[in-house]
């Protein structure tokens, strides 16, 4: 069964700061999908970053990116110039999907505060 | 353009009675999953619906049931509530990939807190 880790339950930086969410997964597939979500106090799940373990260039939307390791099994998350609005849970999620199935595997979550 | 919608926001109920919950998907997306999230952990994937058909289901006791409708909404059900059922509950759609190994991004709704007392 795959499993999602993520090692750091806290995190906090100031404001315009850049902050580094790792993640690790353990799979023995080769093909399938990484996420980042990130979930506020309003408890909606928004997803920050998408990664194909296919591609070999890391992603990037915007002030997030992702250092994607695929032979460490390592799945990391850059947000650089760190807003107040970054404040929330973030969750490392993995899928592989099997004829059409989508099953997300979650991380317990970093739970990241900007400070003004 | 409408996200997931989730009713109801808030429910209490105690032990022992049934509960059912509902969502409805993001425009144009046919596949609904169902996720559990226990105050301070991740999600745990409980099963999916595609065509009105549960294709795949996590650990979860068959309490937990559930129903896809033609217009693609879903509902979940819990019978037999245990204190271990209190959590937020999250619904998530997405489009079902027919090609081998392609999959869509799941998009969320703002979940369902329960309460079992």
């Known amino acids: 069964a795959q499993t999602v880790t993520q090692s750091q339950p806290e995190m906090s930086v100031q404001e315009a700061e850049t902050v580094t969410l790792s993640c690790t997964y353990d799979?023995?597939?080769?093909?399938?999908?990484l996420f980042w979500y990130k979930q506020p106090p309003s408890r909606q799940m928004i997803l920050v970053i998408r990664?194909?373990?296919?591609?070999?260039q890391n992603a990037t939307e915007n002030r997030f990116s992702v250092n994607f390791q695929k032979a460490a099994k390592s799945f990391s998350l850059k947000i650089s110039d760190s807003q107040l609005g970054d404040t929330a849970m973030y969750f490392c999620?993995?899928?592989?999907?099997?004829?059409?199935?989508?099953?997300?595997?979650f991380g317990q979550g970093t739970r990241l505060t900007i400070n003004p | 353009d409408a996200g997931v919608t989730q009713s109801p926001t808030h429910l209490i109920k105690t032990r022992g009675q049934q509960v059912t919950l509902r969502c409805s998907p993001k425009?144009?997306?046919?596949?609904v999953s169902w996720y559990q999230q226990a105050l301070g952990q991740g999600p745990q994937f409980i099963f999916q619906?595609?065509?009105?058909?549960?294709?795949q289901r996590g650990n979860f006791p068959d309490r937990f049931s559930g129903h896809q409708f033609p217009n693609y909404s879903s509902e979940l059900n819990v019978n037999a509530l245990l204190l271990g059922d209190s959590a937020l509950y999250l619904c998530?759609?997405?489009?079902?990939?027919?090609?081998?190994?392609?999959?869509?991004?799941?998009?969320f709704g703002p979940g369902t807190r329960l309460t079992v007392l």
């Open positions: 425009s144009g997306h046919d596949t």
């Open positions: 990664q194909e373990a296919y591609k070999q």
């Open positions: 999620a993995f899928m592989n999907p099997i004829q059409g199935a989508q099953k997300l595997v």
């Open positions: 619906y595609y065509e009105e058909e549960e294709r």
């Open positions: 799979t023995s597939e080769n093909n399938y999908y």
């Open positions: 998530a759609s997405s489009l079902w990939r027919l090609a081998p190994h392609d999959t869509d991004t799941q998009y």
